[in-house]
């Protein structure tokens, strides 16, 4: 190759060289500006995350209360309980054998027999009338009763009562009274058997009757026949007011 054809190479290398390097300048700039592109978004990205940040309003509990004047449930006021009403202290005997506190219907009931023996003073298969959750204060004195007993034709009949009061309901007796048995007649009619056939044994107080029980046993005290007993207008005559 001659001197001039060298030269001419040398200087056609430098050219292209030099046109090159501008590209290659550009090309970075760009890149830089992209980067510089970015950084800006991710700090404007940034910026709106923090803004959102701040706006948003910090967690905690949650502070409602029930209003000042709100009660709670052990606040509550206890309800007021009802008072027991008054009792009346005349009984009356049922046929199904309650003691209540007005008349009962009129009705017949028919005593067991002695079977042969004197049963005076203790129970034997009485009819039983009991009354409940008695509230009645105690004056003085003893039970009182009216019992309009028949033997029929029956001759050697007796009938004998005992009067219980348990005074506060709790299954314990505090006042028993037995009272002397009546003999009835052998003629057809009603005798009255009351209390003034006189106590034969009695032991306990009365008192007053909170929530009390009163229980009248009836039975028969001699004879093979049941006398009868009316019920209706029969009553029990408590000592209390």
Known sequence: MSRAAVVLVGLAA????????????SGAASTSSSADSAAAGSASSASALVSAEVSKPAAGPNLAQPAP????????????QPQPKPTSPILFLTADGALVGQPADPTTITLNPADGQTRDGDPYR????????????HTDGSAAFDLPV?????????????VSADLTGDGSWDRVETYRYFATDPLPGA????????????????????????????????????????????????PYS
Request: with cysteine; aromatic share 6%; glycine share 14%.
């Open 14 to 25: 430098v050219l292209v060289a030099g046109c090159a390097a501008p590209a290659a300048t």
């Open 191 to 238: 005798e009255h058997y009351t209390q003034d056939s006189g106590i034969l044994s009695a032991h306990g107080a009365w008192g007053d009757l909170r929530g009390g029980i009163v229980q009248m046993e009836i039975w028969s005290t001699l004879g093979d026949t049941g006398n009868t007993v009316e019920l209706g207008d029969t009553e029990l005559a408590l």
């Open 69 to 80: 004047d709100a009660p709670t449930s052990s606040q509550q006021q206890p309800q007021a």
């Open 126 to 137: 009485p009819i039983v009338f009991v009354g409940t959750d008695l509230w009645l204060d």
């Open 150 to 162: 028949d033997a029929g034709a029956n001759i050697g009949a007796g009938t004998q009562v005992r």
